[in-house]
């Protein structure tokens, strides 16, 4: 199989790092796996023999990798010409249009082309769209990392909860919002000081109103929402609050109540993003940059899944993606 | 509907069961039932049972069948099922002015108010809501939050 990754910011880096390490994994199922592409927003690399995956593990950019890197061209144009079975996409996330990456995707679907993302942004704009198309195209769109990092909530209701009808999803989303209420419980700290600290600690998005403000959650709300629970949902559809006004006098009152304040992406007859009071007994109520999905069914009723939502974590939600297409690629095979 | 039936039984043996019928009869589930033996006054005992009705006719019903059958009755009364929900206010939130303002179905079975170090004070609300009133009680608070731009807490 052939792949290419699009987008060498940090995940697509760790991501090359990763399948570098992982490589005689990857290989037991498909002997000839090579990376034959990979892109940035300036130009990209291309050898149908394969990039030397040690090589661009060690390099910052990608123009430093050789002179093959092609300057100036299109992402677009690597997806035409390099006959790709697999495409990674990895560009920064934007929720305005979902571009760059929304027209990654429809192009690789349209050639056929299987899609693994990390990348929220065109599935917040464009979900139904993107589905249907890789379901007439008979490709897999995954999309594991783009929600709760590392947590594997789609592959669970994919592959064990097939019969369940999800009636509610309760969500701590956000890591960056999570440590800062924790650190505000734990330590009295105020919440601008929690912010700063977070902010030293190279957490927070760049615009810390994506994460405070609750649209990093809103976005995972929305894919979960469609995904899991089939619905028709729009970033504007979700009723969002941030955790701006939480002070540290609500944080105690709270406490001395047994709960502790989180922000909380719900999906039931609501669809809102919120702080609320969470029992410190509920198996939500998860500390620092923990992310947690809770999900109730109508046959397993309640399954509650913890683990860190972004960083380098969330390369192992695109590995299992990338491996879930080769295994099936290898079972047709077969 | 449940509903707490107490009643007088003669203290002799077959005066429960007698009892019993009538509520089965009237479509009644009885869902606990205490002989209060240390209460027996005259050879009666006082029976409390909690009864779940379809409605107040088959307890009223009941009440007809067991007076027939002179079984005295001591007391029956609707229980209706009460939340407490713990919520928070931030902002400025007079309390004085919420509680004459009143949210339907709601008591307000305490408070605390924090001293505001920030801006905006925070108040604590505890509250006591008939089972099936809690997302319209909720709904009411939201709107005062709304209406006083304060931030409500509410739980999951």
Avoid at chain 1, 132 to 151: D, I, P
Avoid at chain 1, 201 to 206: F, L, Q, S, V
């Amino acid at each position: 199989m052939k792949a290419i990754i699009v987008g060498f910011g940090f995940i697509g880096r760790e991501l090359v790092r990763t399948l570098h390490d992982k490589l005689d994994k990857i290989r037991s199922l498909d002997r000839e796996f090579k990376v034959v592409g990979v892109s940035d927003s300036k130009g990209y690399l291309y050898n149908d023999d394969g990039l030397d995956l040690k090589k661009l593990s060690n390099v910052k950019r990608l123009s430093d990798y050789s002179t093959e890197y092609r300057e100036g061209r299109s992402t677009e144009e690597l997806i035409e010409i390099s006959d790709a079975d697999l495409m990674v996409e990895a560009t920064p996330t934007n929720i305005k249009d979902g571009e760059p990456g929304l027209t990654f995707i429809r192009e690789a679907l349209n050639k056929e082309i299987h899609v693994v993302t990390s990348n929220k942004g065109p599935l917040v704009v464009a979900f139904k769209e993107l589905t249907r198309l890789a379901e007439k195209k008979g490709c897999h769109l995954l999309y594991e990392g783009t929600v709760a990092g590392a947590v594997p909530i789609f592959s669970l209701v994919r592959e064990c909860l097939q019969g369940d009808k999800i009636n509610r999803i309760l969500g701590i989303l956000n890591g960056t919002t999570n440590y800062i209420l924790s650190r505000m419980y734990f330590e009295g700290t105020s919440f601008e000081l929690a912010l700063k600290e977070a902010q030293e600690r190279g957490i927070t998005e760049r615009d810390p109103s994506y994460d405070i403000d609750g649209i990093d959650a809103a976005c995972k709300v929305v894919i979960l929402a469609n995904a899991l629970m089939n619905r028709d949902v729009k970033f504007e559809d979700v009723k969002r609050t941030g955790i701006r006004r939480i002070t540290q006098e609500a944080i105690s009152l709270a406490k001395k109540s047994n709960f502790a304040i989180k922000l909380v992406g719900i999906i039931d007859r609501r669809i809102e993003v919120a702080p609320k009071l969470v029992p410190i007994n509920h198996p939500l109520c998860v500390h620092g940059t923990l992310n947690a999905v809770h999900i109730e069914t109508d046959l397993a009723r309640e399954i509650t899944l913890v683990g860190y939502g972004a960083g380098r974590e969330t390369v192992s939600a695109v590995l299992n993606d990338m491996l879930t297409v080769l295994r099936e690629k290898a079972q047709n095979r077969d | 509907m449940k509903f707490d039936l107490t009643i007088a039984l003669a203290d002799r043996p077959g005066q429960l069961v007698k009892a019993l019928e009538p509520i089965a009869k009237n479509g009644g589930n009885i869902i606990s039932i205490i002989h209060e033996r240390e209460k027996v006054s005259d050879g009666f005992v006082p029976v409390s049972l909690v009864v779940d009705f379809p409605s107040k006719w088959n307890l009223r019903k009941t009440i007809e069948d067991l007076k027939r059958l002179k079984v005295a009755i001591i007391k029956s009364e609707e229980i209706i099922d009460t939340m407490r929900i713990t919520t928070i206010l931030i902002g400025k939130v007079d309390i004085k002015r919420l509680a004459e303002t009143g949210i339907r179905n709601v008591e307000i079975i305490g408070f605390e108010v924090s001293a505001p170090a920030s801006k905006d004070s925070c108040l604590k609300l505890e509250l006591e809501i008939p089972t099936e009133h809690v997302e319209e009680a909720l709904d009411d608070l939201r709107r005062i939050a709304e209406a006083e731009n304060a931030l409500l807490l509410s739980p999951l």
